[in-house]
């Protein structure tokens, strides 16, 4: 199993464009997450689906959308980039969102926002 | 709301023992988890519990007291290897909750 992927690794940005950052498990795993962390700072969350076709707002939602249109797929979209969004993004899966929480971490995307 | 609230940072030498606290606010409360980070890495699934008392994994130890809303975890015979940050988490149906995270350095 490859667990979870991410893609791109590094990126940089213009501030007002647009990307998405791809994110794939295959692991059959419902939930899947959408995290930042800022240097310094734990992860705060952006948004997360407890399943295919079901996506909701976590702590931090503005400026990003999200869809779940597979069970193994969870793009995240910057819809016009800030310097303020400059971070590293992890996408995370998990079997079940409550009984353990074992949550398995992509390698991350680096993002830098000029 | 949730937060969690962990030491910044935390020095210790090899082979000795490190105690990590975690103080947690929460609207709903399943269990308490942790994770490890390596600089540059992805966050790595430590532990969980859903229960009061004593978890053990090896060298690793994690406790939790629901009463007090209190947790730690405690790492044993510290290795250069264990020098990582930190983060308690609180998972709500994936929408997890993290500490800001402690940064142990493992000195020789």
């Known amino acids: 199993n490859a667990g979870v992927t991410q893609t791109p690794k590094f990126q940089v940005l213009k501030t007002g464009q647009s990307m998405t950052l791809q994110c794939a498990q295959d692991?059959?795993?419902?939930?899947m997450s959408w995290y930042r962390q800022d240097p310094g700072m734990g992860l705060r969350l952006i948004h997360y689906?407890?399943?295919?076709?079901?996506?909701d707002q976590g702590e931090v939602p503005n400026g990003y959308n999200v869809s779940r249109s597979t069970t193994e797929d969870f793009p995240l979209r910057l819809l016009s980039a800030a310097p303020s969004q400059t971070s590293v993004y992890f996408c995370?899966?998990?079997?079940?969102?409550?009984?353990?929480?074992?949550?398995?971490f992509g390698p991350g995307t680096r993002l830098t926002v000029l | 709301g949730q937060s969690l609230e962990q030491p910044s940072e935390v020095t210790a030498v090899e082979g000795a023992i490190v105690q990590i606290n975690c103080t947690y606010q929460?609207?709903?409360?399943?269990?308490l988890s942790w994770y490890q980070q390596h600089d540059g890495g992805a966050p790595t699934f430590l532990s969980y519990?859903?229960?009061?008392g004593l978890e053990e994994t090896g060298r690793f130890s994690s406790f939790l007291s629901r009463s007090d809303s209190y947790g730690y975890l405690l790492l044993q015979e510290l290795q250069m290897k264990d020098s990582a940050s930190y983060f308690c988490?609180?998972?709500?149906?994936?929408?997890?909750?993290f500490g800001d995270g402690t940064t142990l350095t493992v000195k020789p």
């Open positions: 929460t609207s709903g409360f399943y269990g």
């Open positions: 988490a609180v998972p709500n149906a994936g929408k997890s909750t």
């Open positions: 995370a899966s998990s079997y079940d969102g409550v009984s353990s929480d074992e949550q398995f």
């Open positions: 692991m059959n795993h419902e939930y």
């Open positions: 519990n859903a229960l009061d």
């Open positions: 689906s407890v399943g295919a076709g079901i996506t």
